[in-house]
C-alpha cells in the first residue's frame, strides 16, 4: 500500500512538470515574433489594426460626465483629466525658452516679476501718455517714441494720421491746423492771403488798426470808411452816405448827420478855446453840408489857401450861398434816403463869413475838424496875415490834436496854460460826451486814431507843419508860440 501511495505521488509531480513546461512553451510560442511582413490593414510590421469608433467613444464621455445623470461629477472629470505638475513645469520651461514673454507669469504667483522685456533692449517711453512701448506699432519724432493714438495735433487734439506733418517748436500740427494758426488771413474777403509770384506771403497791413487784407482789394472797388479808413469786410456792410463815401457801422453809432445836431458840439469847443483866453470876437455860423456843396465853396474861395486832397472843413472868408443839411436822412437798408437840403446865403459881416464842415462822420472827428477850422477863424479875427501853409495848418493841427486829447484822455498832463483853463475847458468839452451818456471803448479808440493820424500825417502842410507847431508849443506853451508867430511868422526854435 505503501509503495502505491509513493507512486502516485511521483506521477502527480510529473505532471505538474509537464504542465509547467507545457504552459512555458505556449507562452514562448506567443512572445516569437511573426514573420517580418505587414499584415492586412496594419501599417506596422507584425502589427495588426483595430478600428476605434472615436464619436461613440466621445458619446460614452458625455454621458459619464456630463449629461444631467452622469455617472462621474465635472470635479471627477478635472482630477482625472488634468494636467500632471510636472508635466505643466516642462512644457512652461520649453515655452520660456523660446518666447521670454511668458516669464511674467511664473509659478507660484507671489514670486517676484522678472524685469520687462524691450525688443532689441532699447526702452520706449511714450511721449504721450508716459507708459512703456512693448509692441505693436510706434512713432518717433525728434528722439522721442508714440503710440501711433498718442502722437496728437496741439491745436485740435487729434492723432495725426497723415505722412506730412507740421512741427512748432516740439509741438506737432495737422498740416491744416497750422496753415490755421500761421498763414495770415485776409479780414475783408476771410480766405488765406494767397502768395506772389516770389512764393512770399504778400498783404497790407493797417498802420493803427492791423487790419490784414489782400492787396487786390486795393483795387477791387472795396469799401474804404471814410472816418476811421478801414476797409468794408464781406461779413459786415457798410453805409453808404450817398456821396461816394461810406461809414462803418461803428463809426455810425456816433456819427452827426445834420447842422441841428451839431449845434451842442459847436457851441462846446468855442468854450473849449475860451477856456484857454482865446475868445472867438463874432458868432461865426456852422453848417454841415453835402460834399459836393463844400467842393463848391472850395471852388469859389478866393483866400488862397491849401486844402488837402480830402477836404472835410472849411473856414469861408467869402460871401456864397452853400446848400446846409436841415433835416438829417434815414437808413433803409445800407444807404440814407430822405435827407433835406436847404440853399443858404452867407453875407460876410466881418472877417470870418462861416465855417462848413462835410456831414455823417463820428462826433470826435467832426469835433477835430471844427477845432481846426475854428482856429483858422481865430487866427484872421486877431490879425495873423499872410502866414505859410506849415505855419497856419500845423498850429491849427495843434489845436485839433489838444481837443482830441482832452477828450480822449481827459486827465492828460500836457497842457499849455493854467489850472483854471483846466477845469473850464475839461468841463466844457466833456458836456456833449455826457449828454451822450459818455464815451463807449469804441468811441475811445476812434479819438486815438484821430489823433494817431493827425501825429503820422506825411503831409508837408499839415503833417510837416504839425510836428514842428507840436514842438514848439510843448517847449514854450500855447501863448508864447502864438506871440511868436504874430511877431515872425514863424515858430520859435
Not at 240 to 252: H, Q
Not at 316 to 339: C, D, N, W, Y
Amino acid at each position: 500500500m505503501r509503495r502505491e501511495d509513493e507512486e502516485s505521488d511521483e506521477e502527480a509531480e510529473v505532471r505538474r512538470n509537464t504542465q509547467n513546461m507545457a504552459a512555458a512553451m505556449t507562452a514562448a510560442m506567443v512572445c516569437q515574433p511573426t514573420e517580418e511582413q505587414s499584415q492586412w490593414g496594419g501599417s506596422v510590421a507584425g502589427r495588426s489594426y483595430k478600428p476605434r469608433n472615436r464619436a461613440m467613444a466621445h458619446a460614452n464621455l458625455m454621458n459619464n460626465y456630463f449629461n444631467p445623470d452622469s455617472v462621474y461629477t465635472e470635479e471627477d472629470f478635472r482630477r482625472r483629466f488634468r494636467m500632471r505638475r510636472h508635466v505643466f513645469e516642462r512644457l512652461l520651461r520649453d515655452v520660456q525658452q523660446v518666447n521670454p514673454y511668458f516669464r511674467q507669469k511664473r509659478y507660484p504667483p507671489y514670486a517676484p516679476a522678472p524685469p520687462p522685456y524691450y525688443p532689441n533692449g532699447q526702452q520706449r517711453i511714450c511721449g504721450g501718455c508716459k507708459r512703456d512701448i512693448r509692441y505693436g506699432n510706434y512713432l518717433e519724432c525728434m528722439g522721442t517714441f508714440f503710440h501711433p493714438q498718442c502722437f496728437c495735433c496741439r491745436s485740435c487734439g487729434r492723432p495725426i494720421v497723415e505722412n506730412e506733418f507740421s512741427l512748432s517748436g516740439r509741438d506737432p500740427y495737422h498740416k491744416s491746423c497750422f496753415k490755421e494758426l500761421t498763414h495770415p488771413k485776409c479780414e475783408v474777403c476771410h480766405q488765406f492771403i494767397p502768395t506772389n509770384r516770389a512764393g512770399l506771403i504778400e498783404y497790407r497791413c493797417h498802420p493803427f488798426w492791423s487790419q490784414k487784407y489782400c492787396p487786390a482789394h486795393e483795387h477791387d472797388n472795396t469799401s474804404r470808411c471814410c472816418s476811421c479808413e478801414r476797409l468794408e469786410s464781406w461779413e459786415a456792410r457798410y453805409v453808404s452816405l450817398g456821396d461816394g463815401r461810406s461809414l462803418c457801422l461803428e463809426c455810425m453809432e456816433s456819427a452827426i448827420m445834420d447842422t441841428g445836431d451839431c449845434q451842442t458840439l459847436y457851441h462846446a469847443i468855442r468854450d473849449y478855446f475860451e477856456g484857454m483866453n482865446m475868445q472867438l470876437d463874432q458868432q461865426i455860423p456852422m453848417l454841415l453840408v453835402e460834399r459836393q456843396a463844400l467842393n463848391e465853396a472850395i471852388v469859389g474861395e478866393k483866400s488862397g489857401l491849401h486844402h488837402m486832397p480830402e477836404t472835410r472843413g472849411l473856414c469861408l472868408l467869402e460871401e456864397q450861398i452853400v446848400t446846409s443839411i436841415l433835416k438829417r436822412p434815414r437808413i433803409a437798408g445800407h444807404q440814407f434816403i430822405g435827407m433835406r437840403t436847404q440853399p443858404q446865403k452867407l453875407t460876410r459881416k466881418c472877417e470870418v463869413t462861416a465855417i462848413l464842415v462835410l456831414y455823417g462822420f463820428p462826433r470826435l472827428l467832426t469835433g477835430a475838424i471844427l477845432a481846426h477850422e475854428l482856429m483858422h477863424g481865430w487866427l484872421h479875427l486877431k490879425g495873423y496875415r499872410n502866414l505859410n501853409p506849415e505855419v497856419e495848418k500845423g498850429i491849427c493841427q495843434v489845436l485839433s490834436y489838444m481837443w482830441l486829447e482832452s477828450e480822449v484822455m481827459p486827465g492828460f498832463k500836457n497842457m499849455p496854460s493854467s489850472s483854471t483853463f483846466t477845469s473850464t475847458a475839461s468841463s466844457s468839452s466833456s458836456t456833449f460826451s455826457s449828454k451822450k451818456g459818455g464815451k463807449s471803448k469804441i468811441e475811445h479808440k476812434l479819438g486815438e486814431f484821430f489823433m494817431h493820424k493827425i501825429a503820422n500825417d506825411s503831409s508837408p502842410a499839415y503833417g510837416g507843419g504839425f510836428r514842428a507847431a507840436n514842438a514848439a508849443v510843448n517847449k514854450y506853451g500855447l501863448r508864447r508860440t502864438l506871440d511868436h508867430i504874430r511877431l515872425t511868422g514863424n515858430f520859435p526854435l
